[in-house]
């Protein structure tokens, strides 16, 4: 089982910019392809973007396409999103996962991290 735990999230201005980190335990973090999803009051939760576990491929929703960024750093078990050009409609929880790359759903969650963007 893998621990997944987010941070960066924040109160930011429309056009601004952030980076979230999600650090991961346990020493088979490559093996794991990952994603970063959201969820925003009164709406389903949603995959953004997901990286193959080499980093080679990557995945991105088209609501964030040109605008966010996935990383991964597999010698520190870290996955980055940066995210540029927020926009209020970005306002939600952000949660990273270990991801099933055919179905793209989620399987072992952080406990999420709020970002918020203001008009």
């Known amino acids: 089982q893998v621990q997944l735990v987010e941070s960066g999230g924040g109160l930011v201005q429309a056009g601004g910019s952030l980076r979230l980190s999600c650090a991961a335990s346990?020493?088979?973090?490559?093996?794991?392809?990952m994603g970063w999803f959201r969820q925003a009051p009164g709406k389903e939760r949603e995959c953004v973007t997901a990286?193959?576990?080499?980093?080679?491929?990557?995945y991105y929703a088209d609501s964030v396409k040109g605008r966010f960024t996935i990383s991964r750093d597999n010698a520190k078990n870290t996955v980055y999103l940066q995210m540029n050009g927020l926009k209020p409609e970005d306002t939600a929880v952000y949660y990273c996962?270990?991801?099933?790359?055919?179905?793209?759903?989620?399987?072992?969650w952080g406990q999420g991290t709020q970002v918020t963007v203001s008009s």
């Open positions: 996962a270990t991801v099933v790359w055919a179905t793209m759903n989620g399987y072992y």
């Open positions: 346990g020493r088979t973090f490559s093996t794991y392809n």
């Open positions: 990286t193959k576990g080499s980093g080679d491929s990557t």
